[in-house]
């Protein structure tokens, strides 16, 4: 049964996590009648939703429990540190307690813990919203599901969530900047190697490399081939495959900031003519594609297409691959079959990460392709690499940690200087590694990649 006692303790120190440092001293004026309202409202809720696990929940002027304290199951303590925290998830639910933790208005134990008691309730936790929260998801659902990715804002998302500093990238990713799944194997561990041996200094290099591999032999390129790609990113697969499998490749990104980047290193690699960055949106690409390419590959890029786009995607890939023997690859972060909705409302990683981005699921991805190639493309193969996702986050978030500086950013966006304001910058990166890994080794997303060929194609000989 939730109960109810009194802290001991006024005031707290480094709030959150040592990300960020910061002291606040905790009033014991009691709050205003907004803030007790809105915290009698979700306390209430709690104590129903929160039927697996434990969690404590200790303000200034009381401590609440909910659930078993003996359980067996995930056990999650949060210290409030401001009354804005319950208005925050009274008017927008989780996304009110991601901008609560990236700004310090509470502090946690375990980040992971929480992902996991949410996750672990889920069917009574989406409960905690009032009519407010939910009526303003409703809209924003309904707000990305048409508007979300017109030319003009698709380019203002990606300023939002790639077109930022190199270095901020380079501190957590693998040498070759893939950003993306890794796929582990038996020389790493496998996926929870690194919490059983601990991480090892290449290890995300190699899953990366790894990842690449596999997805260009699926591709079923050879030396001369033309590749068409969406998705630059910093220009590791396409660099790859010219340098390792011969292919001639044209790749489309939207970010100034990846295709300078990437086109350096294709300079360093001895690759000019025969790597190809464009920065053009997929919609506008030229009419001397049409049957011009061999393969297409794009790695999870389909998230920032949306719903209403899936067709036009495939269209496009359709008119660009010759009509006989090519092959499609795509990856893709995806919803499982019934969760999926094409009205996705704003949560953490749509209002902070990827601004309008709606993840798709395989079927829907499968129906799209089909549909828009008039039966031309054929599913070759379906794989689901969630369960190697976990460990790329978490290693992601373990290079941040150690390799970011807070003077490096600071040379590129100079509000980063204010100590405060640089710790709620690392706080979201480390709530979006928690709440992705959280997501995917619970099952609530999943992390497909989808292989088409050609209707008339063979791919294995067999007589």
């Not at 038996?186 to 596999?214: C, F, S, T, Y």
């Not at 660099?239 to 001639?248: D, P, Q, R, T, V």
């Not at 790695?299 to 899936?310: C, P, R, W």
């Not at 910058?425 to 989808?450: D, S």
Request: aromatic letters at 12%; glycine letters at 6%; proline letters at 3%.
């Amino acid at each position: 049964m939730p109960h109810r006692s009194t802290p001991s303790q006024e005031s707290v120190s480094s709030a959150g996590s040592s990300t960020l440092d910061i002291s606040i001293s905790i009033s014991t004026a009691p709050y205003p009648f907004l803030i007790m309202f809105a915290r009698s409202s979700i306390v209430a809720i709690l104590k129903s939703a929160v039927v697996v696990g434990y969690m404590c929940i200790e303000d200034r002027d009381a401590t609440f429990h909910f659930g078993n304290e003996k359980t067996d199951g995930t056990v999650v303590h949060l210290r409030v540190l401001s009354g804005k925290f319950w208005t925050r998830i009274f008017s927008s639910g989780d996304l009110g307690f991601s901008e609560a933790y990236m700004i310090g208005e509470v502090e946690i134990e375990n980040l992971k813990s929480i992902m996991d008691l949410w996750l672990d309730n889920q069917s009574t936790a989406s409960s905690v919203s009032s009519l407010y929260s939910r009526l303003a998801a409703a809209f924003s659902g309904l707000r990305n599901a048409f508007f979300g990715q017109t030319r003009s804002r698709a380019r203002l998302n990606v300023i939002a969530s790639y077109d930022q500093s190199n270095a901020l990238f380079k501190a957590f990713l693998s040498k070759e900047m893939m950003y993306s799944c890794a796929l582990w194997s038996d020389d790493e561990g496998g996926v929870r190697g690194d919490l059983i041996n601990g991480p090892a200094p290449l290890d995300l290099e190699n899953a990366q490399m790894r990842k690449i591999h596999h997805v260009l032999r699926a591709a079923r390129v050879k030396p001369g081939d033309r590749l068409l790609e969406f998705g630059t990113g910093w220009g590791a697969l396409a660099i790859e495959a010219a340098a390792s499998y011969g292919c001639e490749v044209d790749t489309l990104t939207l970010s100034t900031e990846q295709k300078a980047l990437a086109e350096e290193r294709i300079r360093e690699r001895g690759l000019v003519g025969r790597v190809r960055v464009h920065l053009m949106d997929y919609r506008d690409i030229p009419p001397e594609f049409k049957h011009a390419f061999d393969a297409f590959v794009s790695i999870e890029m389909l998230e920032h297409v949306g719903s209403k786009y899936y067709r036009k995607y495939f269209e496009l890939v359709d008119f660009a691959l010759k009509p006989a023997t090519a092959t499609v690859v795509v990856t893709s972060s995806t919803f499982p079959e019934g969760r999926y909705t094409g009205y996705q409302a704003d949560d953490f990683m749509r209002r902070y990460m990827w601004p309008n981005s709606c993840l798709p699921s395989a079927t829907v991805l499968i129906d799209a392709a089909y549909a828009a190639s008039n039966g031309r493309f054929t599913l070759e193969g379906v794989e689901n690499h969630a369960p190697h996702y976990p460990r790329t986050l978490r290693t992601w978030d373990r290079r941040l940690k150690a390799n970011l500086s807070q003077e490096t950013m600071a040379r590129q966006y100079p509000a980063l200087r204010d100590r405060a304001t640089y710790g709620a910058f690392l706080r979201k990166w480390e709530y979006l590694f928690a709440y992705a890994g959280a997501g995917f080794a619970k099952g609530y997303i999943t992390c497909h990649m989808l292989t088409f060929v050609r209707a008339s194609d063979v791919t294995v000989a067999c007589d």
